[in-house]
């Protein structure tokens, strides 16, 4: 039977959430200039045309700031799922190391095996990844 294990790098999930915090804190910038677009009186004149391309310059601030919302509303939900996803394995982990180190114990074989793994002297967390 062919091997069916993978492996997933916490900290690269980790890193991600990181990135996504960070593209969600460099969305305010662009947010904040359409919020002072919609505060300045457009200065076109005072005849219908005017008046039309001043509700279009709203109706399409507007709608910037609408799918400015639908970006970041999808980047935390990425994040919010990546975060669970990260955490999972990361107790999937714990679980694994903490089994582990306890049937270890009862035995005295796994010493030198945990021991290399970083998980003697206590310790129950591999941060580098799960198998699976």
Do not use: C
């Not at 306890?102 to 290399?116: A, C, K, R």
């Amino acid at each position: 039977m062919p091997d069916q294990s993978y492996y997933v790098h916490l900290q690269s999930l980790k890193d991600f959430v990181r990135e996504l915090e960070t593209q969600i804190h460099a969305m305010s910038k662009p947010n904040d200039f359409l919020l002072t677009l919609g505060d300045h009186p457009l200065l076109f004149g005072e005849f219908g045309e005017a008046a039309s391309l001043v509700d279009a310059h709203h109706a399409a601030v507007a709608e910037m700031q609408g799918l400015l919302d639908q970006v970041r509303s999808a980047i935390t939900f990425a994040q919010d799922v990546t975060t669970t996803v990260a955490d999972g394995y990361e107790q999937a982990d714990q679980n694994v190391a903490g089994d582990l180190h306890q049937s270890g114990q009862q035995t005295g074989l796994l010493d030198p095996l945990l021991s290399l793994l970083g998980l003697g002297g206590g310790s129950n967390a591999n941060s580098g990844g799960t198998h699976g």
